[in-house]
């Protein structure tokens, strides 16, 4: 016997999504979650080609849930895709990084300023729980657990901010300077990522107080610096790299 809606006599209709919809679902999402930190991580070189076969083996995939995946980490800036010749990692100049940080710099800092006037103490909570979590990991040199709560906090103080345009632009520009933004941290033998460490101390105590303004300017600041250490990165000399004649 049907169940119907009551005092209408109208039959409830049941949902016709199936177990196999959602773990199609599950798949495709945690498929682009390992790609993406796979390529922010830096194990395939800027400008490198992405090596398709190898990336299905290791993440027991076909390559047309890898190639989906793919589409999406173009949209977001990380890759390009190459026309009937795979895609590759896009490789950012010094003139790109600088743009693309002061863009950043300038969202997150308006980011800060609104939501200084509108977080609820409940999502100060939840930021303060991101933060002992990332200093953990960085107390245990975890780049990985580290970079991830990072990042959790900065988008955190962007759905702070009550504005949909601004979130929109901000996850645009972030997933073009994500992989940048976490091999900046390595800069000047681990150096910059203590530094970050006490620059989010400072927006955390700021987050609490709710000073708009102060926040603000450390979180431009802190984009700046991060652009400084980006660049520093990419201008260094790699280990690995033949010594000059």
């Known amino acids: 016997m049907k169940s119907t809606i009551p005092d209408t006599g109208v039959p409830i209709t049941p949902p016709t999504g199936n177990g196999g919809d959602r773990q199609e679902a599950s798949l495709h999402g945690e498929t682009l979650l390992r790609l993406r930190d796979y390529v922010v991580e830096g194990n395939i070189p800027e400008g490198g080609r992405v090596p398709e076969r190898q990336l299905c083996e290791m993440l027991g995939i076909s390559r047309t849930p890898l190639r989906e995946a793919l589409k999406v980490l173009a949209a977001e800036g990380l890759i390009e895709l190459l026309p009937n010749r795979g895609a590759r ?13 002061d863009v950043m710099a300038g969202l997150e800092s308006l980011a800060g300023r609104l939501a200084c006037e509108a977080i609820t103490d409940a999502e100060i909570t ?21 970079f991830q709560a990072n990042q959790r906090i900065h988008e955190s103080i962007v759905a702070a901010a009550r504005n949909e345009t601004l979130k929109t632009a901000y996850a645009n520009f972030a997933g073009r300077i994500r992989r940048v933004r976490y091999s900046a941290n390595f800069a000047r033998k681990r150096q910059r990522w203590a530094e970050a460490m006490r620059e989010h101390e400072a927006v955390l105590d700021a987050l609490r107080r709710r ?25 260094e000399p790699r280990e690995d790299a033949p010594a000059s004649p």
């Open 89 to 101: 990692v896009r490789q950012l100049s010094q003139r790109d990084l600088e743009e693309l940080f």
């Open 126 to 146: 939840a930021i303060e729980q991101l933060h002992y979590e990332m200093y953990g990991h960085y107390l245990h040199r975890d780049m990985h657990g580290y």
């Open 211 to 235: 000073a708009a303004s102060e926040l603000s300017d450390i979180l431009f600041q802190h984009l700046r610096n991060k652009r400084t250490a980006a660049i520093e990165h990419l201008t």
